[in-house]
């Protein structure tokens, strides 16, 4: 199975997807993404995250080079080039090639890029025994609701991370918990369960949004509010929410167990009816 490329309306082998030297994805970071997956070969919550692009793209001043019906085609026909039993999309939309200068070029047309790859699900026995996250100061900028390539102080937490034998990163700023590096964080204490709300410090997860309905639906009283990181550290379960992380169970921080060191039954039942929802 072929992993596929796509750079501004051409499918191509995904080796051949290359981008000028000049292109301010590159040079700047002057740029969205989205990365979608599919279940049964079929795009998860694609309007939701084509949505998520076109807000991210307005934020910085980026107009879309395509509607979302074309993305959607686009998208579609990838999978169907590609033929991988699940597929991971990547889309970046930069604001395209022009001599380097910081200040928006005046006529520049954006480099649109995806790539469409067999998906490597997460590990099975993570989702039974859970995984140990690292807390984190939260060096990132003002607005991480946009899905910026900008991905640096993420790259970082993640690889320290790695280096302490832990699953993923949770930032704090301001002694509140903010998200992940990859994901959006959910803690637990008694019949709540807490995250931070949406707005400009966090990235408003599709997963996030789905897994949050999921739970006002089972009756688990939800609240959407600064969580700070003495109710994470007391927490009776913390777990993850992602496209790739899906609903997962965190069972050690900073090295001590949270709650009894196991996943718990919110996040059994959450990841349950999360994959349930699937159909
Ligand atoms: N927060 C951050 C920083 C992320 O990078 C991601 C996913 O990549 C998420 C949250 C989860 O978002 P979603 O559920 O849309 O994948």
């Known amino acids: 199975m072929p992993d596929i490329g796509f750079l501004n309306g051409r499918f191509m082998p995904l080796e051949q997807v290359l ?28 309007e939701a995250h084509l949505a998520r692009l076109e807000r991210s793209a307005q934020a910085i001043g980026l107009a879309l080079p395509y509607r979302l019906r074309e993305w959607q085609d686009f998208v579609r026909e990838g999978l169907a080039l590609g033929a991988h ?3 991971k999309v990547y889309i970046q939309v930069t604001r395209g090639v022009a001599p380097r200068d910081h200040a928006f070029p005046a006529s520049t047309s954006p ?4 790539t469409v790859r067999a998906l490597r699900p997460l590990d099975a026995a993570l989702r039974e025994t859970g995984v140990e996250a690292a807390t984190m100061d939260d060096l990132r900028w003002g607005r991480c609701d946009i899905k910026s390539v900008n991905l640096l ?6 690889q320290k991370a790695k280096e302490i034998g832990a699953f993923e990163a949770i930032f704090l700023r301001n002694g509140m918990v903010t998200e992940g590096a990859v994901s959006n964080v959910m803690v637990v204490r008694g019949e709540v369960l ?19 309905a999921l739970a006002r639906k089972a009756g688990v009283t939800v609240q959407e509010r600064a969580v700070s990181v003495e109710e994470l550290r007391s927490a009776d379960e913390v ?17 001590a167990p949270v709650g009894t060191g196991r996943p718990g039954t919110v ?7 999360f994959q349930a929802s699937l159909g």
Not at 194 to 212: C, D, H, K, N, Q
Not at 239 to 251: H, I, S
Not at 267 to 273: E, F, I, M, N, P
């Open 194 to 212: 807490m995250t931070a709300p949406e707005g400009e410090r966090i990235l408003s997860g599709v997963t996030r949004s789905v897994v949050l």
């Open 111 to 114: 480099t649109m890029v995806m």
């Open 85 to 87: 039993d699940e597929s």
């Open 267 to 273: 996040t059994g039942l959450l990841s349950a009816r």
């Open 239 to 255: 777990f993850l929410t992602g496209t790739t992380v899906e609903v997962l169970a965190v069972v050690r921080l900073d090295g």
């Open 19 to 46: 981008v000028p030297v000049e292109d301010r994805g590159f040079q700047f970071g002057d740029g969205v993404y989205e990365v979608i997956r599919t279940y049964r070969g079929v795009p998860y919550q694609l």
């Open 153 to 158: 102080p993420n790259v970082m937490a993640k």
